[in-house]
Nanobody, 124 residues
């Protein structure tokens, strides 16, 4: 079992930056792949980025490549999402998700554990 808690969301202007954190409980956190998803009003939950168990691999949706960076610190049981050059279309609730083992499925139903989310709002 893994419990996830997101933080770091807020209101930022277009072009600004935010760093989201996902703090996890559980001694086996390093055996889980972790992803960030986001969900805007009236839209389906969307995959944003994921990172492998030892941080050797990562994957990004095309719309955030070059702007967002996912990283993890297994000693702190924390995964980060550094978001730069933010755009109004990045506005959403951002969720942290985890699944045991490897693989980065893009469908949210294939991730086992979820946080409650943190709101990110980018003003134009």
């Amino acid at each position: 079992q893994v419990q996830l808690v997101e933080s770091g969301g807020g209101l930022v202007q277009t072009g600004g930056s935010l760093r989201l954190s996902c703090a996890a409980s559980g001694r086996t956190f390093s055996t889980y792949a972790v992803a960030w998803f986001r969900q805007a009003p009236t839209k389906e939950r969307e995959f944003v980025a994921a990172i492998g168990r030892n941080a050797a691999t990562s994957y990004y949706v095309d719309s955030v490549k070059g702007r967002f960076t996912i990283s993890r610190d297994n000693a702190k049981n924390t995964v980060y999402l550094q978001m730069n050059s933010l755009k109004p279309e990045d506005t959403a609730v951002y969720y942290c998700a985890a699944r045991p083992g490897g693989g980065f499925p893009l469908k949210y139903r294939e991730w086992n554990y979820w946080g409650r989310g943190t709101q990110v709002t980018v003003s134009s």
